[in-house]
């Protein structure tokens, strides 16, 4: 069979059970893929065929056996910031190039349980700080739909493996923006779930208040698979939240369209650098949305100008603090021949560390010294508790915000934008994660380049059924999500 990557995860899984195809037969086929084409995208960091099809024989027994769950045998890929027993997990750095975890993440745990075939670990920004992929330090990921531009980060091996049909989906992480970005920039569906939805146990962590899982994957109806699977409070991180999860796949068509409220954020659709195509193409899709039902409000949120000033001190301070743990002495890098405790602290981080995550620590340490704290730090957290706020007042006259997930479409590798350039890139999607929403991209069309463009739908809290029921929708009325990139068909 030539076509088992076509397949939506509900075909795979039908396949599967009416053992049409075996998970063998499906995981060797993705591998043979990677085989082939994985050198031109450049995903995937590790591949693990021998796990991955001794996974695939252990489906194929339970299937046989009869106690399969929904998804068992179909593969997925996980983004290398997950850490993996006995597979190596980089986070895309240096420091951790040797770096084995003795345990497996809660949501690696939960995908081994539910059946999945873990088929190796995906590219991605080091420390998930970026929105190229570039920073890794194993080198720059492709965009599917132009090989010689970035698929986004931080999550970019993620998307485009997925892109690429290289697997059938994947996870990422979302700190602001990693899993939205990326999936605009390849034309995929991504979702960011509500702070606490999915436990960050065993994630390597960024910004710690800021930091949530999610699935990356062709349509709505495939990411609601996979939060079925990963979603859920788990004992082990205590910020993850103790509330019963949805029955996501079945949900996918109870948050009707119609007469559905969706806020337009007047301050969005005026920001300078928002690239004309994507205004087009979102505003399209709304209109689309508004075919179907909705009611479009124009809404404020004052506070847009201050997202990337806020972000930009409160995940740094915070990575500063996570990041003080590679020290050369407990495990990752090490430099040669250290003279002295110090010297080895200082060379270990030096060669270990990229120059973007070293300026985030930098500024980081910074706002949190003695006598920058309340001037930066405490001042950044005030303001984040009224972007919330903001948000909270939307959320009384809307049911959702719609607004683009990225002012562009992907950029080309090497273009070596500005720390400032790039980080107002995250304009749209920093809030979410500030105010700690849930929000979902959907692919809505291409620019004049050919390049995907994608719609960013905000919710409030735990609103992720009505997030991937109104996507879900918007996708059995429109085709985008279906466009492939020339590689995806090309053949194994
Ligand atoms: N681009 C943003 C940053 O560099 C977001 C990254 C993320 O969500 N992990 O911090």
Known sequence: M???????????????????????????????????????????????????????????????????????????AHKDIFCTKGIKTTAGSKILDNFISPYDATVVEKTKAAGLVTLGKVNMDEFAMGSTSESSYVGATSNPWALDHV?????????????????????????????RQPASFCGLTGLKPTYGRVSRFGIIAYASSLDQAGPMARSAEDCAYLMNVIAGHDAKDSTSVKKEVDDYVA????????????????????????????????EES????????????????????????TYYLIAPAEASSNLSRYDGVRYGHRCENPADLMDLYKRSRSEGFGPEVQRRILIGTYA???????????????VRRLIQQDFLKAFENVDVIAAPSAPTTAYKIGANLSPT???????????????????????????????????QLIGNYWSESQLLSIVHQYQQNTDWHTKRAAIAEENA
Not at 157 to 174: E, I, K, M, R, Y
Not at 257 to 269: A, E, M, N, S, T
Not at 371 to 381: C, E, F, H, T
């Open 151 to 179: 698929p986004g980060g931080s999550s970019g091996g993620s998307a485009a493996a997925v892109a690429a049909d290289l697997a059938p989906f994947a996870t990422g992480t979302d700190t602001g923006g990693s899993i």
């Open 286 to 309: 709304l209109k689309k949305l508004e075919e179907m039902g909705a009611t479009l409000v124009e809404i404020d949120l004052n506070m847009t100008e201050a997202y990337v000033p």
């Open 421 to 455: 350039e790039m980080y107002l890139g995250d304009i749209y999607t920093l809030a979410v994660n500030l105010a700690g929403l849930p929000a979902i991209n959907a692919p809505v069309g291409f620019d004049k380049d050919s390049l995907p463009v994608g719609l």
């Open 251 to 282: 949900n996918l068509s109870t948050t009707s369209v119609k007469g559905l409220r969706i806020g337009i954020p007047k301050q969005y659709f005026n920001v300078v650098g928002l690239d004309a195509d994507v205004k087009a193409r979102v």
């Open 368 to 382: 949190l010294s003695a006598g920058y704290y309340d001037a930066y730090y405490v001042k950044a957290q005030k």
């Open 2 to 76: 030539t076509d088992l990557h076509r397949l939506s995860i509900r075909e795979l899984a039908e396949g599967l059970s009416q053992a049409k195809f075996s998970s063998r037969e499906l995981t060797e086929h993705y591998l043979q893929r990677i085989a082939k084409l994985d050198s031109q995208v450049k995903s995937y960091v590790t591949v693990t065929p021998e796990q991955a099809l001794a996974e695939a024989n252990a489906a194929d027994a339970a299937l046989k056996a009869g106690n399969a769950t929904a998804l068992t045998g179909i593969p997925l």
